[in-house]
């Protein structure tokens, strides 16, 4: 082997040539670095403002879905504005970054200085402070002023709002309130139709049920501006009032037929008690030829008896 090695030709040796093609882990360089390192030298807090182009096409629900996010933020804004936004009970809340309790706060105590400081809202203030009677959340009946009031109210709303978000966003789920404890018997369950035989008894009840009659209204002469007649009787709107009136009138047209009978009687009697006059016999034929011929008028004593 030593022999082979030491018999062989320096000129012989060949040298063997790396591919340049070919990277290793020496001559490879990471790819885009550069722009890499030059994104990095950007303004990492510069607003950059991205066109259509960059973006491309928005489908519609994209758009529709943005709106109503932006219109779910403007009623937040305003909620908590008006003092209406309330915070978790932990404490932790992510959906506002300023203090609007205080915001309302200074609002309220600039508004009150504005109040004092101009002489043309005095009457808005002696309203405010005004003592009237409201009705509390326990049903009691109390006294106190308008702005009172106004505040009552707004807490009422905001405690409403708060229980309705603790029910929504809840992490566990309320304690059914129809629970059953201990042995118990669900008769229900061996008479399945005891359900069908309610609902068909409720449908029976508002088929039979009688409709209320609508009240009683009658003709109001003052709400038409027209010429009445003569014989026009404006009757009460007072049941009991009217109910008299019509009474008095159906006694005076009774005793205005009566009195009319005894007059047509009266005038009947009269007409029998007179002579009654019998009419003329009529002229013979010699006695309307003499007439007819000297154009004579007709007389009484050509007429014979």
Do not use: C, W
């Given at each position: 082997m030593a022999d082979s090695f030491s018999s062989a030709k320096p000129g012989n040796t060949k040298q063997v040539k790396s591919s340049k093609g070919k990277s290793d882990i020496f001559t490879a360089h990471n790819r885009n670095v550069k722009k890499r390192a030059a994104r990095d030298l950007e303004d990492e807090n510069g607003q950059r403002h991205q066109t259509k182009d960059d973006l491309g096409a928005v489908s519609a629900a994209d758009l529709h879905r943005s709106k109503r996010r932006m219109e779910?933020?403007?009623?937040?804004?305003?909620?908590?504005?008006?003092?209406?936004?309330?915070?978790?009970d932990d404490g932790f809340d992510d959906r506002g970054l300023v203090d609007f309790d205080r915001k309302w706060a200074q609002t309220q105590y600039n508004q009150d200085d504005s109040d004092l400081s101009d002489q043309s809202e005095d009457d808005d203030a002696q309203d405010a402070n005004e003592i009237v009677e409201y009705t509390d959340e326990f049903?009691?009946?109390?006294?106190?002023?308008?702005?009172?009031?106004?505040?009552?109210?707004?807490?009422?709303?905001?405690?409403?709002?708060?229980?309705?978000d603790a029910e929504q966003f809840a992490a566990h789920p309320q304690m059914p309130t129809n629970v059953i404890y201990g042995d118990a018997v669900q008769h229900q369950a061996f008479n399945p139709d005891r359900t069908i035989a309610e609902q068909m008894a409720e449908l029976v009840k508002k088929r039979d049920k009688?409709?209320?009659?609508?009240?009683?209204?009658?003709?109001?002469?003052?709400?038409?501006i027209r010429t009445k007649g003569t014989a026009f009787y404006n009757f009460s709107h007072h049941a009991t009032e009217r109910e008299r009136e019509m009474a008095e009138l159906e006694k005076t047209?009774?005793?205005?037929?009566?009195?009319?009978?005894?007059?047509?009687?009266?005038?009947?009697?009269?007409?029998?008690?007179?002579?009654?006059?019998?009419?003329?016999?009529?002229?013979?034929?010699?006695?309307?030829?003499?007439?007819?011929?000297?154009?004579?008028?007709?007389?009484?004593?050509?007429?014979?008896?």
């Open positions: 779910e933020k403007v009623r937040m804004y305003n909620a908590m504005k008006r003092g209406e936004f309330v915070k978790r049903g009691r009946l109390r006294k106190g002023t308008k702005k009172e009031v106004e505040k009552e109210e707004r807490r009422s709303r905001i405690q409403a709002i708060a229980n309705e009688s409709a209320t009659p609508p009240p009683a209204t009658h003709f109001d002469a003052n709400a038409e047209r009774l005793e205005t037929e009566r009195i009319r009978k005894e007059k047509t009687a009266e005038l009947q009697k009269q007409n029998s008690t007179q002579p009654v006059s019998t009419p003329a016999a009529p002229l013979n034929e010699d006695a309307k030829r003499f007439l007819d011929e000297f154009e004579l008028p007709e007389r009484e004593e050509l007429r014979p008896t």
